[in-house]
Each structure stands twice: as C-alpha cells, then as structure tokens.
C-alpha cells in the first residue's frame, strides 16, 4: 500500500512555542490532505483538509490562526502550532488519498506534541 | 453529517477466542475502511470494504450496505490483536468520518 511518513513523531516543547510538523506522501502524489488530532482514549477528529496550492479548509471550531496549514507541493503538508499551549498536547496525524487512485486513505503514524 | 456507531466499546478476550466488532451507519454507506491502531498510535490499514465480504488471514469483514452495516470478524485471537479498532467512512476523496472504536485486549 501507499506510505504516508509524519516528522517529528514526538516532539516537547515549551508553552509559547511554534512547533511544525511534517506530512510527506513518499510514493504517490496527493492533492488532498487531512489533518486529525486525537485526544487519549479518544477517537480520531478532523480538523482541517490541506488543499495543494489553495488555502486549507478547517472545520468549526478550529483556529486558523493558531493550526497554519501549508500544502506547498502534491507531496507535501505542514501544520504549525503556533503559541503552543498545554492544552494543545495531543495525537497528530495526517492522511492523503492518492490522487486519482483509489477511495482508500493512508494514514501517516502521527505526532505526539506535548507542551509543557 | 453521517454518524458512525461501534460496538462493543471494550472487549476482552483470551487468546484463541473469536469476536465480532460491529459498526453501524446512520447513512448511505459510499466507503468503508476498517483500521487497527496499535499501542503506538499507527492507523493500519484493514479493510477497504464498501459492501461484500473479505478476508485476510484470521481477519475478515462484511459490509451490508443496504442495512448499513459492517462487521470485522477476528478469528483465534492473539495478544498481538489488542488495541483499537476504527471503522471510517467517507465519500471519494473526503475526509473520514471515524467511529469511537472498540478497544480489544487479548489477554495471554
């Protein structure tokens, strides 16, 4: 199947702090891609679909100030928590749909934030 | 929008039992994957199962999509089978809509 990678896969950091994380499809390209967060014990959440050259699309409720979105390339996603706050440390994780493939999703193995 | 229900919401089983994990749907069901999380947080992929029935080793899922639901059968448990496991539906290149889970410990 298709390999979605996410870096860093943890990260800590301070409160007040930007921190990115990367979403890479390494062997298809994605026009589309979808950020979650999950909180422990939790299920997965959308928080914002990443649109390569327009801008992100985020679901109520979410910051759009606070979680930047840039899809800079068909093979590349980056979400920046900016002022990062203790209430912020969660379970990130992307997923892309190959691009004129199938409706089946991959998803990359996330990113533990946690802030301190 | 959809709502995607799972039961059971825990299940313990000793291992070399059968289960049957359940996912129902208030909708139309357009795709349907199934996923395992594991104690590390990786979404693994399943099940890609808009209707019919497949199976992939001791794993195998049924969707009936005109009653919309679906089941994951995991036949001779083993310890390496516990964590959570999703269900998730969407339509083309949408975003999924995930269940609550159900979480499994199978138990040595």
């Known amino acids: 199947g298709a390999v979605v990678s996410q870096h860093p896969s943890r990260v800590i950091c301070k409160s007040g702090t930007s921190v990115k994380i990367e979403c890479r499809s390494l062997d298809f390209q994605a026009t589309t891609m979808f950020w979650y967060r999950q909180f422990p014990k939790q299920s997965l959440m959308l928080m914002a679909t990443?649109?390569?050259?327009?801008?992100?699309?985020?679901e109520q409720g979410v910051e759009k100030d606070k979680f930047l979105i840039n899809h800079a390339s068909l093979t590349l996603s980056t979400l920046t928590v900016t002022s990062a706050h203790p209430e912020d440390s969660s379970f990130y994780i992307c997923s892309a749909p190959p691009s004129g493939g199938t409706d089946t999703q991959y998803f990359g193995p996330g990113t533990r934030l946690t802030v301190l | 929008g959809i709502q995607v229900e799972q039961s059971p919401p825990d299940l313990i089983l000793q291992e070399g039992a059968n289960s049957t994990l359940r996912c129902n749907f208030s909708?139309?069901?357009?795709?349907l994957q199934w996923f395992h999380q594991n104690p590390w947080g990786q979404l693994i992929n399943l099940f890609y199962?808009?209707?019919g029935t497949k199976q992939n080793g001791r794993l195998s899922a049924t969707t009936v999509a005109t009653e919309r639901y679906s089941l994951l059968y995991i036949s001779s448990s083993q310890t390496t089978d516990s964590g959570v496991y999703f269900c998730?539906?969407?339509?083309?290149?949408?975003?999924?809509?995930f269940g609550k889970g159900t979480r499994l410990s199978v138990i040595a």
């Open positions: 199962i808009p209707s």
């Open positions: 998730a539906e969407n339509s083309g290149n949408t975003p999924l809509v």
């Open positions: 909708d139309s069901v357009n795709n």
């Open positions: 990443s649109n390569e050259g327009s801008k992100a699309t985020y």
